[in-house]
């Protein structure tokens, strides 16, 4: 996924100031119960890009998972200024 974004979403330094993640929620296959939130971040995207490759990522992800599920899964917008490091 590759986008290239204008300067309206560039800060004075060149660097992109929004990033996509895409959120989902996993859970044990043995204990449903036990979930964790989990994240990939992408900075060269956009959000239609996400949302339309999303599902690919996800069943990759779960291949290399095997003892998971994925409950949910969303892409969003993350500002890189105020994301947690």
């Known amino acids: ?13 060149g660097m992109v100031n929004v990033m996509i993640e895409l959120f989902f929620v996993s859970c044990l296959s043995e204990d449903p119960a036990r979930c964790q939130n989990r994240s990939l971040i992408f900075v060269e995207t956009n959000l239609m890009a996400c949302m339309v490759h999303g599902q690919q990522v996800m ?27």
């Not at 992800?61 to 890189?80: A, M």
Request: net charge negative; proline share 5%.
């Open 1 to 13: 996924m590759s986008h290239s974004y204008g300067p309206e979403h560039a800060s004075g330094n």
């Open 59 to 85: 069943a990759e992800w779960i291949e290399s998972h095997p003892r998971e599920t994925v409950q949910e899964w969303q892409c969003r917008t993350v500002d890189r200024r105020k994301a947690e490091i």
